[in-house]
């Protein structure tokens, strides 16, 4: 089974902020990486997929990066929006998501 | 608009058995694979299962393979869920998500709002 882990857990950011998390897989998945936002009691939202796409309405300050086995998020600009908890999921043998990075106020 | 409505969560007991649902609309439902996807309270987000658009291929995480049943319904554009010996660390909100890319297992780009399934005497 593919594993997936995610650095930081945790990260405080201010407004304005640039912010990089990163998911690792425990061997390749290519470019078969998604993440998601989710915000208490919502849903997931898919923000990227095939490790660099951007879904459609998604905010252009959302990035992605990677192959293989090293995947990045930025967000360019943070926005009091973008506080919320953030998934990687590797769709390259079944599924797997990450175990989350919070992104709180600072 | 795509819309999926998850309903069936409820209380049950150990050992006991529940089914959920997952209602489809806004697009073409027999054209796209579906999944069921789980959060247990405070925790992050478990796959549990993968159904594709012909039912042909289905697949389950280990932790409730030979207890739960996905299925669908493309004449009713609905997705199912049957969770048979169910445990206390089943206790968890259930997302129906739809599988968003062209290959047959992709990223899920919709998602319902969740039923919550709470097991416990």
């Known amino acids: 089974d593919i594993q997936m882990t995610q650095s930081p857990s945790t990260l405080s950011a201010s407004v304005g902020d640039r912010v990089t998390i990163t998911c690792r897989a425990s061997?390749?998945?290519?470019?078969?990486l998604a993440w998601y936002q989710q915000k208490p009691g919502k849903a997931p939202k898919l923000l990227i997929y095939?490790?660099?796409s951007l879904e459609s309405g998604v905010p252009s300050r959302f990035s992605g990066s990677g192959s293989g086995t090293e995947f990045t998020l930025t967000i360019s600009s943070l926005q009091p929006d973008d506080f919320a908890t953030y998934y990687c999921?590797?769709?390259?043998?079944?599924?797997?998501f990450g175990p989350g990075t919070k992104v709180d106020i600072k | 608009e795509v819309q999926l409505v998850e309903s069936g969560g409820g209380l049950v007991q150990p050992g006991g058995s529940l089914r959920l649902s997952c209602a489809a609309s806004?697009?073409?439902?027999?054209?796209?694979?579906m999944n069921w996807v789980r959060q247990a309270p405070g925790k992050g987000l478990e796959w549990v299962s993968y159904?594709?658009?012909?039912?042909?291929?289905?697949y389950y995480a280990d932790s409730v393979k030979g207890r739960f049943t996905i299925s669908r319904d493309n004449a009713k554009n609905s997705l199912y869920l049957q969770m048979n010996s169910l445990r206390a660390e089943d206790t968890a909100v259930y997302y129906c998500?739809?599988?968003?890319?062209?290959?047959?297992?992709?990223?899920?780009?919709?998602w319902g709002q969740g039923t919550l399934v709470t097991v416990s005497s």
């Open positions: 095939d490790a660099s």
């Open positions: 159904i594709s658009s012909s039912s042909s291929t289905i």
């Open positions: 998500a739809r599988g968003g890319g062209l290959t047959e297992t992709a990223y899920f780009d919709y």
């Open positions: 806004g697009f073409t439902f027999s054209s796209y694979s």
């Open positions: 061997q390749s998945i290519s470019s078969w």
């Open positions: 999921q590797q769709y390259d043998s079944y599924f797997t």
